[in-house]
């Protein structure tokens, strides 16, 4: 879900989701791109005109959220899709690698979430997987209460903090929780993009089952 409640600050004011890549494509479309794999995507964003502008360039599914914030975002979205799981990213992460995303799924059994931790602690909570039925009542309440602090679902459902060390193996540089936070981060981001390798584009498989995403562009300042 595309979030556009971000005022990107950091870019004077520029939506940064529409940023030129330099490859062809705007920064949601290489996310878009990214996420070719799976069998559903749905964008959510803060206003009508964002959400045309998103369906235009992606032909994505894009709706508006009814409650602001990252949470009110990954409620609209999971209300949008249908799958049971769904994948939470966001906009500004154009390094996603479907192997990693599988990792996440394969790593759902039993559990409600699941969510990169480092060893510090800090946690990726726009790179999670979802149980979409066990999130739905939840986060509704949540929205409803005003609370805006993310960790709260995961402290409601049952999640699994899936250590990054477990990624390493399949992104060693954790490239995928990458995202464009200023234009010098944008800047490296652009080297990488211009020297990966085409299958880095994740092509659509018909063996990605129920797999779902869920895009999101809020800022994470």
Same mark, same amino acid.
């Given at each position: 879900m595309v979030l556009a409640g971000g005022k990107s600050s950091r870019f004077n004011g520029i939506d940064k989701s529409l940023l030129d890549l330099g490859n062809g494509r705007t920064l949601v479309e290489e996310v878009a791109g990214r996420l070719e794999f799976l069998d559903e995507t749905v964008i959510s964003t803060s206003s009508d005109e964002r959400a045309d502008s998103y369906r235009r360039l992606t032909g994505l599914n894009a709706v508006v959220d009814e409650y602001p914030g990252i949470l009110g975002g990954i409620l609209s979205g999971c209300r949008a899709l249908g799958a049971p799981e769904v994948l *939470?990213?966001?906009?500004?992460? /154009?390094?996603?690698?479907?192997?990693?995303?599988?990792c996440q799924f394969s790593a759902m059994q039993g559990y409600d979430a699941v969510v990169p931790r480092h060893p510090n602690g800090f946690i990726?909570?726009?790179?999670?997987?979802?149980d979409r039925a066990s999130v739905l009542d939840p986060l509704k309440a949540i929205c409803e209460s005003g609370t805006r602090r993310v960790s709260?679902?995961?402290?409601? *459902?049952?999640?699994?903090?899936? /250590?990054?060390?477990a990624i390493r193996p399949i992104d060693p540089g954790l490239d995928c929780f990458t995202n464009v936070n200023d234009e010098q981060m944008l800047g490296s981001i652009l080297l990488k993009l211009?020297?990966?390798?085409?299958?880095?584009?994740?092509?659509?498989?018909?063996?990605?089952?129920?797999?779902?995403?869920?895009?999101?562009?809020?800022?994470?300042d």
């Open positions: *939470v990213v966001g906009v500004d992460m /154009p390094l996603l690698k479907r192997e990693v995303i599988e990726e909570p726009l790179h999670s997987t979802l709260e679902l995961f402290d409601l *459902v049952r999640t699994y903090y899936l /250590p990054v060390e211009k020297h990966s390798p085409p299958q880095a584009r994740n092509s659509r498989s018909s063996s990605s089952g129920s797999a779902r995403a869920l895009t999101s562009s809020l800022e994470r």
